[in-house]
């Protein structure tokens, strides 16, 4: 099958050809609806010599409608371009408020951290110092329980000792005694 450009479409007419009528059939897409003789520009500004045919007004129309479509979108990407700016700024915004925020505690918490290490460090040299102190106290103690044992053993010594002499003076008085209970009984005698 052999395809052929319709004459019409370009606005010629060839010889023994009628004009398309407005009950014909047309071809193509294009709506019967629409009136066979059109002007001569379209709504593109595109000046078509002669009639416009029918199909190519349909064209018309839904190029005009896919502009409509095309322009409603981009003023939606215009419109989400922005809104995704904004919220790139507004996530840009808290980042740097979060950063900084984040900075501070960090800062923070290595000062606490070296004030806890410092008190913790002036806490370990006091307690090792009062270690020093106890040893040195518990050396005097420990000095002064010997000097009470030495005393003690010399108390309990000399108390033996006391106890001993007085024991053998309490043994010469009575001696001394009966010596002399002896003597005046052999003087009595």
Do not use: C, W
Request: charged share 25%.
């Amino acid at each position: 099958m052999q395809r052929e450009l319709d004459p019409h479409l370009f606005g010629t007419k060839l010889s023994g050809e009628r004009p398309p009528s407005a009950d014909a059939a047309p071809t193509g897409h294009a709506d019967p609806a629409l009136p066979a003789r059109m002007s001569s520009q379209t709504s593109l500004g595109l000046k078509v010599p002669g009639p416009m045919p029918p199909g190519l007004k349909a064209m018309e129309v839904l190029i005009q409608q896919l502009r409509l479509q095309l322009q409603a979108s981009e003023k939606r990407h215009e419109i989400l371009v922005a809104q995704i700016q904004e919220l790139s700024r507004a996530t840009a915004t808290r980042f740097e408020r979060v950063s900084q925020a984040f900075t501070r505690l960090e800062s923070s918490g290595a000062q606490q951290f070296q004030e806890l290490n410092s008190k913790y460090s002036g806490v370990v040299s006091k307690v090792n110092e009062r270690k020093v102190q106890d040893a040195k106290v518990q050396e005097m103690i420990d000095r002064h329980n010997n000097i009470v044992r030495g005393f003690e053993n010399r108390l309990t010594h000399m108390q033996r000792v006391i106890s001993e002499q007085e024991l053998r003076l309490h043994n010469a008085q009575a001696a001394l005694e009966d010596a002399r209970h002896e003597l005046q009984k052999t003087r009595r005698s």
